[in-house]
């Protein structure tokens, strides 16, 4: 019976995609309003 490590490893696989794209897009909010925020 796979079924079961066929989920977690689904699961496990599509939270670390999340967590990477949510990482990257806080990272890229940051330097964009950082960059707006500083002259020069």
């Not at 796979?2 to 496990?12: D, T």
């Amino acid at each position: 019976m796979r079924f079961k490590e066929f989920l977690s490893g689904l699961a496990l696989g599509f939270g670390g995609g999340f967590f990477i794209g949510f990482i990257t897009a806080v990272y890229a909010a940051v330097t964009l309003f950082g960059t707006a925020a500083m002259p020069g």
